[in-house]
């Protein structure tokens, strides 16, 4: 009877292959605003001038200001409710989720029931700018993989989804794997609260404002293997956390409520998947430069919770350079820790940088 659990995903491992995408197309909640990009830069810190200045846009080759790479999930991301559709809000408990979300790992219809669900590592090609005055829809949920397997939370299956973003004129703007866990916790006891980052680093990144010059282009030429990026430091609080969510719609409870993660087998309320992969966007971003092209994303795996009342320090290394097409290419390998070691990662960016 030890294996029942497993053999309860079986029917959804007999599908895979199967694209779940059934539906006409929902749209994003909302159209690519300026206040939105806004919105989804401030807790990231990240004060790249392509998310606010049209002119410095256009100057570096785009037609007006563009979205960040990482926030095309949540401009593609469908509402929760939308006028003339039944409640979602339901039940007044105070840990009650909503009936229905958009967060869900609850995509085929044949998942046993679980409570735990969360994203564990995400795989992305950029292939064409998002825009303001965009409007993002997710095309395609194809499983690609079903594997039960029992983890330190509990008992469940690691999934892996294809799907692509598309914008209003179904344009292909990027190509997404997305891989997740959803699971059946463990004993809430044995999660314990999370302990206060004690580890001393000499090489511990400083706290500070923003110092990049974005007059300053690096170029391919300057760029050798084995450079490191400046690590970045992301403080993470219960107000950091609050603020993220209103900002990527990822309005999951264990992003943002102690009581709910523990019950779900984390140590405490820790930072989602956008927040993390923004930061690594940030971090190349300010090594590329404006004229740089981050083009693809891979090994974005989460090891550990990134909890709140901790430091993510990012860092990366530039471990390949290459031309292709005449174009100058780096892969920088990047990954995340905190006070338990790393958190996320290794994982590789590869960006293109211009000559001169």
């Known amino acids: 009877m030890e294996d029942d659990w497993r053999r309860d995903w079986q029917a959804v491992a007999d599908t895979v292959g199967t694209d779940f995408d059934t539906d006409p197309p929902v749209e994003g909640a909302d159209r690519i605003e300026s206040g939105l990009i806004r919105r989804f830069v401030e807790p990231l810190e990240f004060s790249c001038p392509l998310h606010f200045d049209a002119a410095v846009a256009r100057k570096h080759g785009y037609r ?21 559709e039944p409640p979602v809000f339901t039940v007044a408990a105070r840990d009650a989720q909503p009936d ?16 735990g669900f969360f994203a564990t590592d995400i795989a992305m090609d950029w292939l064409r700018p998002a825009y303001v005055g965009d409007r993002l829809h997710r095309r395609g949920a194809t499983l690609v993989s079903c594997v039960p397997k029992e983890t ?23 190509r997404v794997r997305t891989g997740t866990y959803s699971y059946v916790p463990n004993d809430a006891d044995r999660a314990q609260p999370a302990s206060p980052a004690t580890r001393s680093r000499s090489d511990r990144p400083r706290l ?42 990822d309005f999951n409870s264990i992003h943002h409520n102690s009581d709910y993660a523990r019950a779900t087998g984390a140590p405490e309320m820790y930072a989602n998947t956008l927040f993390l992969q923004g930061m690594w966007e940030r971090a190349v971003r ?18 550990r ?20 097409d005449g174009v100058g290419h780096v892969a920088i390998e990047m990954l995340s820790e905190n006070s338990s070691g790393v958190t996320v990662g290794p994982g590789l960016v590869t960006a293109t940088l211009p000559d001169s």
């Open 305 to 324: 919770f990134n909890v709140a009342g901790d430091t993510v320090e990012v860092h990366g290394t530039v471990v390949r350079r290459w031309r292709e």
């Open 64 to 84: 007006d200001v563009v979205a960040p790479l990482t926030s095309l999930i949540t401009f593609s991301m469908p509402p929760i409710w939308r006028p003339g």
């Open 208 to 249: 500070r404002e923003s110092d990049v010059d974005w007059s300053r282009q690096r170029t391919w030429n300057e760029v050798a293997e084995g450079d490191r990026l400046p690590s970045l430091a992301f403080p993470i609080s219960v107000y950091r956390l609050v603020v993220e969510a209103g900002a990527n719609r």
């Open 286 to 303: 300010e090594y590329v430069g404006l004229a740089g092209r981050i083009r693809a994303l891979s090994n974005f795996r989460m090891g």
């Open 152 to 174: 330190s939370v509990g008992r469940g299956a690691f999934m892996t989804w294809e799907s692509d973003i598309r914008n209003q004129r179904d344009e292909q703007v990027a």
């Open 100 to 115: 229905r979300s958009p967060v869900s790992g609850r995509k085929t219809g044949l998942e046993p029931e679980c409570s």
